[in-house]
């Protein structure tokens, strides 16, 4: 089982690759992934992305996978991995554990930096724990960025099956500024081809100018402010009985247009923007 190890240049040099600037702080971690990756017994199989700024050749994204299946009798050594979270707690800013039902209420994604849209951590049937630690300084000076680290398992017929995940990216907080930003420039320069004018020009918005504002935004934005966009625009919906002054002749509106982006082929390529399109869709009463 040891020859379906794929490795380059050997798992001990990939892993040391993959974590240059790993602190102390994140060391249980690592070791507690090591071990795993470097199990006789456990077969491994790994896909990895690299996203560099084109012009600076500064790392944007990271997304580092490993599956294993190794037998049931190992499970120390998944628990060591559960474990080491709760050791590095003390340095995560965020640390989420639990079970992914058949029907779960909530996915976690585990973002990538770049055109990559991220990592389930989170997989039916399956437990899960993933943390999330500030890059450190000497990699990322003005503190934007992040490092993910999780790992999901199960026990079933004498196996236990999961993977291990790394993600690098800028942190959440950095991105909802950077889209609100980007949101509140692209309406303020936006004029429509004959159909409306949107301006932020008060606090007094209608419903379904908010609206239509995220949903002109979504052509021109990158994957992740799409995602981000279309979430917005959800909750928004879902929030309508807070403007009561909302027309029939609006919703019919938001429907048409909501509509066409859903058999846009454009959109439908992306699942996830896909699902949140037709959410929005349904959600219009």
């Given at each position: 089982?040891?020859?379906?190890?794929?490795?380059?240049?050997?798992?001990?040099?990939?892993?040391?690759?993959?974590?240059?600037?790993?602190?102390?702080?994140?060391?249980?971690?690592?070791?507690?992934?090591?071990?795993?990756?470097?199990?006789?017994?456990?077969?491994?199989?790994?896909?990895?992305?690299?996203?560099?700024?084109?012009?600076?050749?500064?790392?944007?994204?990271?997304?580092?996978?490993?599956?294993?299946?190794?037998?049931?009798?190992?499970?120390?050594?998944?628990?060591?991995?559960?474990?080491?979270?709760?050791k590095d707690s003390d340095t995560a800013y965020s640390l989420n554990s639990g079970?992914?039902?058949?029907?779960?209420?909530?996915?976690?994604?585990?973002?990538?930096?770049?055109?990559?849209?991220?990592?389930?951590?989170?997989?039916?049937?399956?437990?899960?724990?993933?943390?999330?630690?500030?890059?450190?300084?000497?990699?990322?000076?003005?503190?934007?960025?992040?490092?993910?680290?999780?790992?999901?398992?199960?026990?079933?017929?004498?196996?236990?099956?999961?993977?291990?995940?790394?993600?690098?990216?800028?942190?959440?907080?950095?991105?909802?500024?950077?889209?609100?930003?980007?949101?509140?420039?692209?309406?303020?320069?936006?004029?429509?081809?004959?159909?409306?004018?949107?301006?932020?020009?008060?606090?007094?918005?209608?419903?379904?100018?908010?609206?239509?504002?995220?949903?002109?935004?979504?052509?021109?934005?990158?994957?992740?402010?799409?995602?981000?966009?279309?979430?917005?625009?959800?909750?928004?919906?879902?929030?309508?009985?807070?403007?009561?002054?909302?027309?029939?002749?609006?919703?019919?509106?938001?429907?048409?247009?909501?509509?066409?982006?859903?058999?846009?082929?454009?959109?439908?390529?992306?699942?996830?923007?896909?699902?949140?399109?037709?959410?929005?869709?349904?959600?219009?009463?």
């Amino acid at each position: 089982m040891r020859d379906m190890k794929k490795s380059i240049l050997g798992l001990t040099c990939l892993v040391a690759a993959i974590f240059p600037n790993l602190s102390a702080a994140q060391n249980n971690i690592k070791s507690a992934f090591d071990a795993i990756i470097n199990c006789k017994e456990a077969i491994i199989v790994e896909s990895h992305i690299l996203n560099r700024d084109a012009n600076t050749g500064v790392k944007t994204g990271q997304c580092d996978v490993w599956k294993f299946t190794m037998p049931a009798d190992k499970i120390k050594l998944v628990n060591n991995v559960v474990k080491a979270f709760s050791k590095d707690s003390d340095t995560a800013y965020s640390l989420n554990s639990g079970f992914t039902s058949d029907n779960p209420d909530r996915l976690a994604l585990l973002s990538v930096g770049g055109e990559t849209n991220g990592e389930y951590i989170t997989e039916k049937g399956h437990n899960y724990t993933y943390s999330l630690f500030l890059a450190p300084k000497s990699e990322d000076p003005n503190g934007i960025y992040r490092y993910a680290y999780g790992i999901n398992y199960r026990e079933a017929d004498g196996t236990i099956s999961g993977k291990l995940v790394v993600t690098y990216s800028t942190t959440l907080k950095y991105r909802q500024e950077q889209e609100e930003q980007r949101t509140m420039e692209m309406f303020n320069n936006y004029s429509g081809n004959g159909s409306f004018v949107w301006r932020e020009s008060s606090n007094n918005k209608s419903w379904f100018s908010t609206l239509m504002g995220y949903l002109q935004s979504i052509p021109s934005a990158d994957k992740q402010t799409r995602i981000s966009l279309a979430t917005k625009a959800y909750e928004h919906i879902k929030n309508i009985k807070n403007y009561p002054d909302v027309s029939k002749e609006d919703k019919t509106t938001a429907k048409l247009v909501l509509g066409n982006m859903v058999c846009d082929n454009n959109y439908r390529s992306d699942p996830m923007l896909e699902g949140l399109l037709n959410s929005c869709l349904t959600s219009i009463k």
